[in-house]
């Protein structure tokens, strides 16, 4: 079983709709997530973390942690073509960050 | 810029050579990743040090891969007898260890390899 899924992608979104990203993990005492964005030929950035139950927003992005599930997920709101990239689901034992494969999003304008 | 610098960026080198790659992570920062990443995949995890040490390594590296960070500060991987397998993008990333955000990683562009 691998230690983070992502949902297979690739997932393309008209401008301005909702891209959806879900994420399942396998080690229960991870502590802290978050999800990384990787523009092709580059290396991934932070773009969100969330450490505790229940929803997190940052402008037009929202992390949603249920930690009985082991499922964490991702929401890009008014999504605009320079949000095309491959998303990152990561996840933190305590000493490693775990990577999932990754979902890529084609924004279409 | 204080950023996490790699050097090189690319670097193309026949089968059996050995290479090294340097990595500066952000100054204040006192945990140090390697990671590497193939086409289509996420970052594997490699190794880590907090400080000058080294905690822990995947068991899917080789002994062909060493990685030093002397005195705390820079670290190199070198690879060994190249493989082609082993072409991938390495990836360095640093963190400053504080509670949960410790996995708040800061990467560096990369070291691309290409193994003929």
């Known amino acids: 079983q691998k230690e983070v899924e992502q949902n297979s992608g690739p997932l393309s979104v008209p401008e301005g709709a909702i891209a959806s990203l879900n994420c399942t993990y396998s080690?229960?005492?991870?502590?802290?997530f978050f999800w990384y964005r990787q523009y092709s030929g580059k290396s991934p950035e932070l773009i969100m973390s969330i450490y505790s139950n229940g929803d997190k927003e940052d402008g037009r992005f929202t992390a949603q942690l249920n930690k009985a599930s082991q499922y964490v997920s991702l929401l890009i709101r008014d999504s605009q073509p320079s949000d095309s990239a491959t998303y990152l689901c990561?996840?933190?034992?305590?000493?490693?960050?775990?990577f999932g494969a990754g979902t890529t999003v084609t924004v279409r304008a | 810029d204080t950023g996490v610098s790699q050097d090189p960026r690319h670097k193309i080198t026949k089968r059996g050579q050995n290479v090294t790659f340097r990595c500066d992570p952000i100054?204040?920062?006192?945990?140090l990743y390697w990671y590497r990443q193939t086409l289509g995949q996420g970052p594997e995890f490699l190794t880590y040090f907090q400080n000058e040490a080294q905690l822990e390594k995947s068991r899917l590296l080789s002994d062909r891969f060493s990685a030093e960070r002397p005195k705390g500060s820079f670290s190199t991987l070198e690879i060994q007898r190249t493989e082609q397998g082993d072409s991938a993008m390495y990836l360095c990333a640093s963190s400053l260890r504080r509670d949960v955000n410790t996995g708040e990683l800061f990467f560096g562009e990369g070291s691309r390899l290409t193994v003929l």
């Open positions: 080690d229960r005492v991870s502590q802290s």
């Open positions: 100054s204040e920062h006192n945990r």
């Open positions: 990561a996840v933190f034992n305590g000493y490693k960050l775990s």
